[in-house]
C-alpha cells in the first residue's frame, strides 16, 4: 500500500515544527480533510476555509475585487492572494489554495471545465501551478487535492525554487 502525501507532509511538518493552512474554492474542504484525516494533524493544521463565492474570498481571504474582476477566481493572480490570506489568517508557515472549475457546468473557451489553478504562499516565496483535468466532478475534485498535497510536499522537500 503505497505512503499518501497526507502522512509524508505529517512527518515533514511535525519535524520542522511547521503549521500549514488552506484556501479552497472548487475542492470544497477536501484537502482539509486529507490532512486532518492524519491523527495528531491539529498539532500543526490550524485550519483551512472554503471560500467559493467572489464575496467570501474577498471577506474572508482578502482577495482583492480588482483581481477578481480582471482575472476571475481560477486565475494564477487569485490563487496566490488566497494562499497569502490563510497565511495570515492561520498565523501559518505554509499556505495552499486551490480554484478551478470542477464541471460538468462552468467552463469557458479560454477555461473549460477541469482548469485549476493551486497557490502555494511561504515567508520564502510564492509559487502557481496550472492544471487541465480531463474527469468528472468527483475525479476532477481528487486531482486537485491529490495536487495540492504534492504542491506542499514539493516545497516541504526542497523541490522548490
Known amino acids: 500500500m503505497p505512503v499518501e502525501l497526507e502522512n509524508l507532509i505529517h512527518a515533514h511538518l511535525q519535524a520542522g515544527d511547521l503549521k500549514l493552512s488552506a484556501a479552497e474554492s472548487c475542492t470544497g474542504g477536501l484537502v482539509s480533510h486529507r490532512i486532518t484525516n492524519v491523527a495528531g494533524s491539529s498539532a500543526y493544521f490550524p485550519g483551512g476555509i472554503v471560500a467559493y463565492s467572489y464575496e467570501a474570498k474577498v471577506r474572508l481571504l482578502g482577495v482583492s475585487w480588482d483581481t477578481l474582476n480582471a482575472h476571475g477566481a481560477v486565475s ?12 495570515k489568517l492561520f498565523d501559518a508557515d505554509i499556505a495552499v489554495s486551490i480554484s478551478g472549475i470542477a464541471g460538468p457546468g462552468g467552463g469557458m473557451p479560454e477555461k473549460p471545465v477541469g482548469t485549476t489553478w493551486l497557490g502555494l504562499s511561504t515567508s520564502n516565496g510564492e509559487w502557481a501551478r496550472h492544471f487541465l483535468w480531463d474527469g468528472d466532478r468527483e475525479q476532477n475534485k481528487h486531482r486537485s487535492s491529490e495536487a495540492a498535497l504534492q504542491f506542499v510536499l514539493d516545497y516541504l522537500e526542497g523541490k522548490l525554487k
Open 76 to 87: 494564477e493572480a487569485t490563487v496566490l492572494e488566497m494562499a497569502r490570506g490563510a497565511l
